[in-house]
């Protein structure tokens, strides 16, 4: 029996008419590394969006830590946002705001702690991703994987349960790449927390991932080990880890 943080059944949603979710069932097992991949527009994003509660399904449930969060009042959501931590794809960093600013901003939305122990909270997280002495900077003053890296240090500031990934990796040169993967993992060992991470990055995914979950046509067709993925007799499966042209996957949507 697996320890499920996360238990998403049955979960619909369109837009437009248009299927997106197609009564997809997930468990993400507490304290591992989940990666979510699939087609670009297949959904990751909007699975990711659906856990935090930034939408709202047709008609599913989705279960955190045993509570069905459908239907919550927007004080219970914002309780329950309060497990998450997220990264979004371009860091979403406030260019208004310092590096020491952006990290410390949930601190001063969601607690009453003093100025001395939010900076001591901010420097703490800003020393896990490497980046220590850099508080003072403005985001437009550091490269791309920098501000990554501050969108990690303020995404762990609130030390939550649950650490959501879109796309992390997007845009970053290889070696930049590695070191966001990294953080991943060490974020993870450091905080014990879950990792859900939504990537088209295939080696990445084989490499760090404890469970991986595939998105197909609206619902997860292939979930394991990362050996299990690869072993997988789906051909669906075995075209996307291959990236083949040819095969049932059709590419013209």
Do not use: W
């Amino acid at each position: 029996m697996t320890d499920a943080v996360i238990q998403i059944v049955d979960l619909f949603k369109s837009f437009s008419g248009m299927p997106v979710l197609n009564g997809l069932d997930l468990e993400i097992e507490r304290g591992r590394i989940t990666f979510i991949i699939g087609r670009s527009g297949g959904g990751k994003s909007v699975l990711l969006k659906h856990i935090i509660a930034l939408l709202k399904p047709d008609s599913g449930h989705i279960f955190v830590d045993g509570v069905d969060i459908v239907n919550l009042s927007e004080r219970k959501l914002n309780e329950t946002r309060r497990k998450f931590g997220m990264l979004f794809q371009d860091a979403a960093l406030f260019d208004s705001m310092t590096v020491g600013e952006n990290v410390a901003f949930p601190l001063r939305e969601h607690t009453r702690l003093k100025a001395a122990e939010i900076n001591r909270l901010v420097n703490e997280k800003l020393g896990l991703v490497g980046l220590e002495g850099i508080d003072n900077m403005m985001p437009s003053d550091i490269s791309g994987g920098m501000r990554k890296r501050v969108g990690l240090a303020r995404a762990m500031v609130l030390e939550p349960e649950i650490l959501l990934f879109d796309e992390p990796t997007t845009g970053l040169d290889p070696v930049m790449c590695e070191q966001v993967d990294e953080l991943i993992v060490n974020s993870q060992r450091q905080l014990g927390a879950t990792s859900i991470v939504i990537s088209h990055d295939i080696p990445a995914t084989l490499r760090i991932a404890h469970r991986v979950a595939m998105i197909y046509e609206g619902r997860i067709i292939t979930y394991g080990t990362p050996e299990d993925v690869k072993n997988s007799d789906d051909p669906v499966v075995q075209q996307f880890l291959t990236g083949e042209a040819q095969g049932p996957m059709d590419l013209g949507d």
